[in-house]
Every structure is written in structure tokens, then in C-alpha cells.
């Protein structure tokens, strides 16, 4: 080979290999954008995801939201937001005020011990009963150092209950009873009202709301979330000092069983009662 023909493949080779070094410093060059690019996306993304779940964070809940929403008042209340609920005969000349909250073990026990007691009397226009619902076992008002049930069932059954009452008095005392019934009432720990659904099926028991469609619409659709917390309000800025439930006030005195351990019985409710309306 001659000299001429060595050199000039020497230099077509080293050709060659420039044009080759600069594909692969593109290619390198591109690579690295890419990678630049994918970080770029990633922390945008990661960032997005922070600022989604920061946004969600703080987010007011449904009940939350509820609180300066506009009360719908069901029908058969009166007083501000309708957070007056009295039942009874005209004829009646005393009240007695009733203060419960649905997940309330305590109440549940009087209910099915002396509910019916209630009823009869009612009906009996021996008084009126006016209902005050609290919603405290919800954890709604509870201290940072105390131990509440936490959850959202008392209010959301309280929301049904005003469903009930829109229907008519005796479906909203027959719907308190059902709830409180030793078949329906969850365990205090057990936030069972916060399902819909589960109110409906308690509701179905009910013979004036088994498949009231208006009644199911107003509990799924939260017709009365608002007046539910406003019921709640005016059982916390009660003026009969009630802090507990049940408790049951006549002539603005509380009514009180001779053995508190041992709960309320038909017999010691009436007992009580009967004093108060003498007195």
C-alpha cells in the first residue's frame, strides 16, 4: 500500500471516529435532558401532590362546612332554627324537657327501660315532652385530654330524626325508640349512625317511614345536617345546667333517681315525674 492511500485512510478512519464522537456527545447531551426534564416533572409533581394533600389537610369536613350553612327546619318545630321540638296535647299543662344524644348507651338503656312510659304518658296528656338532642359523644366539644366516642353518628342521626319529624311527631318518637332499641343502638365506640344507609334500614322498622322516599331523599342528601348542629348548639347553651345524658328537667329542676348507679327504671322515672308535677 502506498503511502499516499495509508494517509488517506488514516484520515477517513479519524473522520469517522469525530463524526462518531459527536453523535454520542448528542446522544450523552440528550440523555441528560431527558433526566433533567423527568426531575423537573418529578419534583412539580412531588409538589403538586404535597400541595393536593396540604389543600385536602385542611379542607373543612362536610359537618364543618355545615356550621354557617342555612338551617332547614323540619316541620312540627318552632323557636330560633327550630330547635323547639314539644309533642303532646294543648291540654297538657306542664313539660318536660328530655335531653339525649343518639349514640348515648346511657339513654339507650332508659329507652328501652321506660320509653314506652313516656309514650303512654304523652299520649295521655299527663305533659308535653320537649326534645333537646345533643351531639357530644360525637367528640365535637371534647378537651384535648379527654376521652370521647369521636365520629360523626350523633349528628348524622340527629339529621334523620329531624327527617322523622318532618314526617310527623309520632314517626319521630317511634323512630327515637327504634334507634335507641336493643336491635339498633351500636355500641358506643361503634360510629354506626354515620352510615346512611344503616339509618334508613332502622327507619325501615318504622311503619309511617319504611319506604318514604322523601324521608330516605332528606337523610342521603343531608336536608337537615344544619339544623342537626343547630340542635346541638342549643343543647350546649342550655339553661338548665345539662351537661349530661339523659337527663330530664320539669320547672327548670332536674329530675333525680333515688339509686343514680343503677340507672333510670319505668318505676323510678314515673316516680320522679309525678313529684315534679306536684311540685
Known sequence: MSKRNSQAS?????ERLRIE?????KRAKARRQIIVACSVVGVLAAAGGIGYAVVQANKPSHWESMTDAKVVAPANTSGTN???VVIGKDSAKKTL???????????ASFEQAAGATVDKDVEAGKYKLQFVGGTFLDGDQMKDN?????????????SAMGAALNVSPEAFLDYKTALYSAKYHPEESDDKFKDDD???????SVPALKNNTKFQNAVKKGTYDAWALAMSKAFDT????VTGTPSFVMDGKQLKTSNPNAGWTAEEFTKAVDAALKG
Not at 146 to 158: C, Q, V
Not at 238 to 241: E, P, S, Y
Request: aromatic share 4%.
Open 146 to 158: 379527654e376521652i370521647g366516642a369521636r365520629g360523626e353518628g350523633s349528628k348524622n342521626a340527629m
Open 97 to 107: 324537657k328530655m335531653y339525649e344524644d343518639p349514640r348515648c348507651p346511657v339513654c
Open 238 to 241: 342550655n339553661k338548665d345546667n
Open 10 to 14: 488514516k484520515s477517513a478512519a479519524r
Open 198 to 204: 344503616y339509618l334508613i334500614e332502622v327507619a325501615n
Open 82 to 84: 327550630g330547635t323547639t
Open 21 to 25: 464522537r459527536e453523535r454520542e456527545a
